[in-house]
């Protein structure tokens, strides 16, 4: 450790635990980003987070908090000291009548819905994964897919937040407002969140129905319907096939039934594709053929298949990420939606440019499947967070252009994708998500 940092660490009460290690190594859940900080520190309660601020700040260090790394960018990488609050991750009340919640902001959502079904109480929303920390999915902006609701910070009422001072503030939307709307979408530059109230709802279970439709049926349906049937909805597109899996589900009472297991929904299908994604890094033309095979066999080959079930909410909402990835999520209007749809799927199947209008060479240049398509709607969200990088006059469509990395390896059509794919989203009034795989966007842009 350094001198300075021995030096000034001796000067604190001894009796605060410095919980900290010098030989951590550090990727996000992609591995696409690592760094190697030069203090790793798991502090407990909120007296060692302060030992930590004031020890920092004399050592003039930077200080970056820590969950699962499951952000797709560098956000949680420093060569400065991490903090990861994994062991501080208590819930400290439950109102049950009023539905209140107030936990340390390390809890992960997994464990967060155990305790909350304890209470026979639940998170309103999820996003794909529960991986997350509650302060990380709260800081990134996190959301479902929804014109019913919003960003997952949405249900916070009140935080407290350690500062650079090592003072801690508390904040709501009607104490420090402004300090509250910044903490909202924070990307962790703004303090330590410390401490969380947030809103629960009564523990409920979905019934969800899954069912594979052309894209024409898609954009026919975009706005009769597609996106308010249920309560949630999820898209799923396959570029080369022109069709896309739509998922819906609604809150039941109905007894519970697991989804239709087939041969190929489990370890066979999930390593096959990982293998034909492998051989396709080398002939990226069987991507179309590789779509069709995998999507067929695991959804069927004709439009208009079903899979349904019944399942707890708070492990029904969620979706298996597969493997390694690049996500390039934007968020534009929902009306958008059709053109986008229409003009990137001219681009990536070959049509003319007048069809996509995308200036960029499509030329032998394949893609991943699916494009991810998903909704919410912040409109009626007060206060509205300062970073919220969704509509703020109606739902919000996002699109998100994946790419999986076979075996940790980059595809070869990023770089060319991902230019056109962001070229078209700015076009559209796109934004992009803060804490994802964006990279053709200079600063004018990202904060326009």
Known sequence: MDDLIVRELSKLDPTVPFRASTTHGHHTWARTFHSRPE?????????????????ARRCRRRVVTVGCGHSPSDLTCTSSWMMN??????ILSVDREHMIVVME???????????????RLAMPNLGSIDNQAIAGAIGTA????????????????????????????SCSAKQNKELFRAALVSLGALGIITEITYQAVPAFDIE?????????????EWSKGLWTTAEFT???????????IVWRADKTLKPRRPPKQTWYGGLIGYHAYHILLYIAQWIPSLLPSIEKFVIGVQYGFTSGTVNTAVEEGHTGLLMNCLYSQFVNEWALPLSNGPEAISRLSAWLNGET????????????????????V?????????????LDNTMPDGPTLYLNATLYRPYNRDPPCRERYYEAFEWLMGDLGGRPHWAKNFQNVSSVEFWD
């Not at 790793?40 to 007296?47: A, D, F, G, K």
């Not at 609050?85 to 208590?90: A, C, E, H, S, V």
């Not at 959502?109 to 909350?116: N, S, T, V």
């Open 39 to 55: 203090l790793y520190i798991r502090p407990q309660s909120v007296t060692e987070i302060e030992k930590v601020i004031t020890l």
């Open 105 to 119: 902001a390390g809890i992960r959502l997994h464990d967060l819905g155990l305790e909350l079904k304890t209470h």
């Open 208 to 220: 969800w129905h899954q069912s594979l439709h052309s894209l024409d049926e898609i954009i026919d």
């Open 234 to 244: 999820r898209v799923w597109w396959m570029p080369y096939m022109k069709k896309a």
């Open 85 to 90: 609050l994994d062991q501080f991750n208590r």
């Open 142 to 169: 996190t959301h479902g897919s929804s014109t019913q609701h919003g960003l997952l910070s949405q249900s916070v009422l009140g935080l407290k937040i350690m500062l650079a001072n090592g003072r801690t503030v």
């Open 353 to 372: 440019q007048s069809s996509s209008g995308i200036p960029f060479d499509n030329k032998n240049l394949y893609v991943h499947a699916p494009i991810e």
């Open 374 to 386: 998903r909704v919410s709607d912040t409109s009626t969200t007060i206060p509205r967070p300062y």
